[in-house]
């Protein structure tokens, strides 16, 4: 049919080309999967039939998306009574009933992503991040920590991506006589699709080598799935479990909180919870993050890849959208495993533009978890401190929980006394530093730092001490070395090593 023809079709007859269009792409995307399912054989060819079933899914869904998945007039602030207040929940005096609770809890982190952001190879999971514990040791401790205490069994479950499995089982050897049972389970494994021809890219099943590229873990949406694809789910459920602490790996303050638990457990038995999303309160530095609205009469989280385009400066206004998911989230076990039965999570498709090394353009189809609050019953909001969101993505990041504004115990970090404002220093470093902390001989003290900007070749003595605003940076081909013992208060340190009050 030529382009010309189509110009003239009806409306009726437009929609049943694009429908036929459609059901083409599908036939030959399933044609190709048929195809890959060919190069294996035995358990990872029935682990990839079951990962594909996904991925039909979401292709189908993907193909069928016509415009905006919302309509920004549908759209309104959540009701208070569906936000809770963390201060009144922690108001509440904690029942001798608390042990029973934790006793019925799973803690779940995402663990499917590497550390190439920092500098790093291997799972993202396995970097130093306080005192030579790495993430996974610090969940660890807490974890370990909260059954000893409470001589409870609470379990640790870890959904590790195919980037991150394998390395990740290894290092689990070293927990074996640790007072916590570790779990895993692996989320799935989906192709990515050529932009132009909407086919996978994959010629075989193969991770390794030149072929790593072809494959990507479908977003943490995937862990309803792939938790009961594992067996794992119905497991646990068994074993007398009824809900999940979900977080990532990288948010260090994303801890138990037995008040939140306990608010969980205690709802009336009518309006029994099935999903706590925790959110905090939105800053300039968060506008782009997921929030909680009222829509069809039920809590939906949006994020803003649905927002039309008009509406983004709305949506990233901290007047009107006061809150963003921290992606810490309580769900229970009994309802993931009755809507994943009747496929009725209907999650909204996140659809990812990447560039392969060799210039070919590609898309992959993504999920969130909490873009699921919708399908669960009496979900709730709960409005907590800024201290249970404590991600580390980058360097900058790492710097923060490295040094003396934090104190660790028993696995969990916390904001110093000695700090005498709650709201933590903007720390930007330049790319130097995404490498190597090798530029850093001793953390600096930055107990009373604001913001902290530093580009180029810059390197630190020990015990430097940074106050207020400092920005140092070293123009190219210069370096800059900040001696040891050094104040740096409301400090420019430019690259002749000219020290200017700021």
Same mark, same amino acid.
């Given at each position: ?31 190709? !999967? ?6 294996? %054989? ?81 799972? %993202? ?12 040791? !610090? ?234 609050? %919708? ?29 003396? !504004? ?93 020290? !200017?009050?700021?």
């Amino acid at each position: 049919m030529s382009i010309v023809t189509i110009a003239y079709l009806s409306k009726a007859g437009m929609a049943e080309f694009q429908e036929k269009l459609r059901l083409q792409h599908e036939t030959s995307m399933h044609k190709e !999967l048929e195809k890959l399912l060919t190069t294996a %054989k035995g358990a990872e060819q029935e682990i990839s039939k079951k990962d594909f079933e996904g991925f039909k899914n979401l292709f189908h869904r993907f193909l069928q998306v016509k415009g905006p998945s919302v309509k920004w007039d549908k759209i309104h602030k959540p009701p208070e009574d569906l936000i809770h207040p963390y201060d009144k929940i922690k108001a509440q005096v904690l029942p001798d009933s608390v042990a029973a609770s934790l006793n019925k809890l799973v803690v779940v982190k995402l663990n499917g992503g590497l550390g190439t952001s920092m500098g790093c190879k291997g799972p %993202k999971s396995v970097i130093s991040v306080r005192n030579e514990n790495t993430f996974l040791d !610090l969940t660890v401790h807490q974890i370990e920590h909260l059954n000893k205490t409470f001589n409870v069994d609470v379990p640790l479950v870890l959904m590790n991506s195919f980037n991150t499995d394998e390395d990740t089982k290894k290092i689990l050897q070293k927990y074996t006589h640790h007072r916590v049972h570790i779990h895993t389970f692996n989320q799935s494994r989906y192709p990515r699709i050529n932009k132009e021809s909407l086919l996978p890219v994959a010629k075989d099943l193969g991770v390794h080598g030149d072929h790593g590229d072809a494959w990507y873990p479908p977003g943490h949406g995937d862990i309803y799935a792939s938790f009961y694809n594992s067996g794992l789910l119905d497991q646990l459920i068994t074993a007398g479990k009824e809900y999940i602490f979900v977080s990532n790996i990288d948010n260090l303050g994303a801890t138990v909180d037995l008040f939140i638990l306990n608010h969980l457990m205690t709802q009336p038995k009518d309006k029994r919870c099935e999903f706590i999303m925790e959110v905090t309160d939105k800053t300039r530095a968060d506008v782009k993050g997921g929030t909680l609205i009222q829509y069809d009469d039920k809590l939906r989280l949006l994020e803003i890849a649905q927002v039309p385009k008009a509406h983004v400066d709305e949506f990233k206004s901290v007047t009107k959208f006061k809150i963003f998911n921290t992606n810490n989230l309580w769900i229970s076990l009994a309802a993931i495993k009755r809507l994943h039965e009747q496929n009725a999570m209907d999650m909204e498709i996140i659809v990812n533009p990447k560039t392969l090394d060799g210039g070919l353009n590609v898309i992959q189809l993504e999920t969130a978890v909490g873009a699921a609050i %919708k399908a669960f019953d009496n979900a709730l909001g709960v409005n907590v401190p800024r201290s249970r969101f404590l991600p580390v993505k980058t360097s900058s990041d790492l710097l923060l929980v490295m040094s003396n !504004l934090y104190s660790l115990d028993a696995g969990s970090l916390t904001m110093s006394k000695k700090r005498e404002f709650p709201s933590t220093p903007h720390v930007k470093l330049g790319s130097s530093f995404t490498k190597s902390f090798l530029k850093f001989e001793s953390i600096p003290d930055m107990l009373e730092l604001d913001h902290l900007t530093v580009s180029g070749d810059v390197t630190f003595g020990k015990n430097v001490s940074l106050k207020g605003t400092v920005i140092i940076i070293a123009n190219h081909g210069d370096r800059i070395d900040i001696p040891a013992g050094a104040v740096l208060e409301n400090k420019i340190v430019s690259g002749n090593l000219r020290i !200017l009050d700021h």
